[in-house]
């Protein structure tokens, strides 16, 4: 998925032709490749294609992803939720119904709370690099959101920080905290040993949205909102301490007799 994404988001000097033609090549040989067509060189796809077959990721997933990663060499702007809801359905959607495929997820009841996930983490990045967009010519808020809040496309543009825009992007992360809380009511789902770092993801996540508060906005403009070393261990902590079992259960187990061959070396 990143491999895909940075052919757009870091083309270098590949005009937007360019970058459309390098992800229509990608899609091909990542469709032969997990098709059985043929074996790929590239060995961040081979691996890939291994994994998509070993957890029944097909060709419509990967063909939905492809397609808004080709959005953005052509769409830039978007004039409601709902159109951008195609675009995040490829981009983010889907890449939570690949995790469940990879993690082991059955029952299909999943389905949604997994895109409901990937959706608030999309959000999320959007609000952190609204800056980061605008320079490559991209705005991800809805137009009809900047039209509710009184807040000019062109204000993006000189980063203008004010309570139209404190509005704006409380508005928007409070789109995405409902889909978090859509997201943890499907975490039961989620095989025992495999949720820890799902949870701790989506925290992480969210702690972004607080952040962008809690540093007045304007972040979006100057910076990325980033979360601390010290913070990521005390969420992660914080984690394993609300289920230990779960915990529990992902730690490894070893092999007594390698454990025995150990000890005997030690000693």
């Given at each position: 998925?990143?491999?895909?994404?940075?052919?757009?988001?870091?083309?270098?000097?590949?005009?937007?032709?360019?970058?459309?033609?390098?992800?229509?090549?990608?899609?091909?040989?990542?469709?032969?490749?997990?098709?059985?067509?043929?074996?790929?060189?590239?060995?961040?796809?081979?691996?890939?294609?291994?994994?998509?077959?070993?957890?029944?990721?097909?060709?419509?997933?990967?063909?939905?992803?492809?397609?808004?990663?080709?959005?953005?060499?052509?769409?830039?702007?978007?004039?409601?939720?709902?159109?951008?809801?195609?675009?995040?359905?490829?981009?983010?959607?889907?890449?939570?119904?690949?995790?469940?495929?990879?993690?082991?997820?059955?029952?299909?009841?999943?389905?949604?709370?997994?895109?409901?996930?990937?959706?608030?983490?999309?959000?999320?990045?959007?609000?952190?690099?609204?800056?980061?967009?605008?320079?490559?010519?991209?705005?991800?808020?809805?137009?009809?959101?900047l039209k509710r809040f009184g807040y000019a496309e062109e204000?993006?543009?000189?980063?203008?920080?004010?309570?139209?825009?404190?509005?704006?992007?409380?508005?928007?992360?409070?789109?995405?905290?409902?889909?978090?809380?859509?997201?943890?009511?499907?975490?039961?789902?989620?095989?025992?040993?495999?949720?820890?770092?799902?949870?701790?993801?989506?925290?992480?996540?969210?702690?972004?949205?607080?952040?962008?508060?809690?540093?007045?906005?304007?972040?979006?403009?100057?910076?990325?909102?980033?979360?601390?070393?010290?913070?990521?261990?005390?969420?992660?902590?914080?984690?394993?301490?609300?289920?230990?079992?779960?915990?529990?259960?992902?730690?490894?187990?070893?092999?007594?007799?390698?454990?025995?061959?150990?000890?005997?070396?030690?000693?």
């Open positions: 998925m990143r491999y895909a994404d940075e052919i757009v988001d870091n083309p270098g000097k590949r005009g937007l032709d360019e970058q459309l033609a390098g992800l229509e090549c990608f899609e091909a040989q990542t469709l032969a490749a997990i098709g059985g067509v043929s074996v790929p060189t590239n060995p961040v796809l081979r691996a890939f294609a291994d994994t998509a077959n070993a957890r029944g990721i097909g060709p419509r997933l990967v063909r939905s992803f492809m397609q808004s990663m080709k959005m953005d060499t052509s769409v830039f702007r978007y004039p409601t939720y709902a159109d951008l809801e195609e675009y995040t359905y490829g981009s983010a959607a889907v890449v939570g119904l690949m995790m469940c495929r990879v993690v082991g997820v059955a029952d299909e009841r999943a389905d949604t709370h997994a895109e409901a996930l990937g959706t608030a983490m999309q959000l999320t990045n959007f609000l952190r690099d609204v800056g980061e967009d605008w320079t490559r010519g991209r705005v991800y808020l809805p137009l009809e959101d204000e993006l543009g000189r980063g203008v920080v004010d309570e139209r825009f404190a509005a704006l992007m409380r508005f928007e992360a409070e789109r995405a905290q409902r889909l978090y809380e859509i997201a943890d009511e499907g975490m039961r789902y989620i095989p025992r040993g495999r949720r820890y770092p799902v949870v701790v993801a989506r925290e992480l996540y969210a702690a972004i949205l607080a952040r962008i508060e809690a540093q007045g906005y304007g972040v979006v403009f100057s910076g990325r909102a980033r979360t601390s070393l010290a913070r990521k261990l005390a969420v992660a902590a914080s984690c394993a301490a609300r289920d230990p079992k779960e915990w529990a259960t992902r730690l490894p187990r070893r092999n007594p007799r390698r454990a025995t061959a150990d000890a005997s070396s030690l000693g």
